[in-house]
């Protein structure tokens, strides 16, 4: 809250409710945590970032999922702006 005051959280959100966001997402960029797996599993449009975890083992799947990954490193801002930009257009 320090950092971002004006984020919009979303304190409470019932899981169903929280996959409903996601659907509605054009795209979703995340790390790997649970939201990208669960914008995967509705169909959202992914793009993956991974850095010193093995995508090949843990990544969300489907055929709307691009995966970043320069094991060990995470990609550049400008990579993943590029690839962003790219799944938009």
């Known amino acids: 809250r320090d950092l ?17 966001v996601l659907a509605g997402a054009r795209l979703v960029v995340a790390n790997d945590t649970g939201p990208g797996h669960i914008a995967a599993a509705v169909g959202t449009p992914v793009l ?35 690839a962003a930009h790219a799944r938009l257009a």
């Open 4 to 20: 971002y005051p004006t984020a919009v959280r979303l304190d409470g959100l019932p899981l169903d409710d929280y996959a409903a």
């Open 48 to 82: 993956s970032i991974f850095g010193p975890s093995v995508a090949s083992k843990c990544h969300p799947w489907g055929p709307q999922v691009t995966l970043m990954s320069r094991f060990p490193d995470f990609p550049t801002l400008d990579e993943v702006l590029a």
